[in-house]
């Protein structure tokens, strides 16, 4: 299979850019020039066959080392970091070069962008947000998705975020109980913001390893098998065993999270704290 890649324009990051660094201006984050930093270390747009080739349709790619020769001796050299896009989002000129996002799927693949810029800004320390290992990778990308949310101000439907729906909803029910500067924090900072405040209102020190423990697990379960065989493997197999694990997962939160918090507020709190729960996507 040939495999496609050309560089766009990325001025159309940068506003992007600008967009994360406002909600977390307004937040009154402390770090938004280390953010911006990070931010700039994107060298890169590519447009790739990604779908084509059995990859995602996006995705943000850190700094790697890459080994080469020179002068008959080896070094590493650092690749920059880049995020690719598939072709199908993309118009062309007649060169197929592209020019531009398609008109028709623009807003979603500008917030889609968004999603992966904060994974960038976020990248720091040999890991992004609060992805310290494989193991947070379910919950790291619902709160990455849940910032993406908040900092466009609408919510994708399930349809266009069926990859992440029930990360992100995990993500808002522990924003909305622990606060949002909780979740920045643990986030951006890197900090055990999030796992401290879970682990001590749940009076559990294995809550937020066994809830992302979970989480990462259901992720890896669609991410194992082979597009050619999902309707057969997992729509059959795994995705009832994967919906089964998502509704215990709710049922931790609840029972362990969401109801000591109730627990410790004044009815007319509880009745606030409820309504958010409530419009949760």
Known sequence: MEIYRKQMDRKILEQLKDKILIYLK?????????????LDKVAGLYVENMIERDGPRMQSRGEKGQTVKENGTYKIVKKPSEIAIDKGFVLFDE???????????????????????????????????????????????????????????YTLSPNSDS?????????????????????????????????????????????????????????DMR????KDSRDKYYQTIMQPISEKMIDLVYDKVCAEIVIPKLKTLSKDEQRKIFARHIRLN
Not at 27 to 34: A, D
Request: charged residues 25%; hydrophobic residues 30%.
């Open 223 to 226: 991410k194992a098998v082979p």
């Open 95 to 153: 060169n197929d070069n592209p020019i531009g996002i398609d008109a028709n799927v623009r807003k979603l693949i500008m917030t889609q962008l968004t999603h992966e810029l904060i994974h960038s800004g976020s990248r720091f320390d040999g890991h992004s947000g609060i992805k310290t290992t494989k193991q947070n990778t379910g919950l790291d990308e619902g709160m990455t998705q849940m910032f993406t949310e908040k900092i466009w101000g």
């Open 26 to 38: 307004n937040r009154g984050f402390q770090k938004c020039e280390f953010i911006r930093e990070n």
């Open 163 to 219: 990859k992440y729906k029930d990360f992100k909803k995990i993500s808002k029910i522990l924003d909305a109980t622990f606060g949002e500067q909780v979740s920045i924090d643990a986030y951006f900072n890197h900090s055990d913001a999030l796992e401290n405040a879970c682990n001590n209102l749940s009076q559990n020190n294995k809550f937020y390893s066994d809830i992302n423990k979970y989480l990462t697990s259901t992720y």
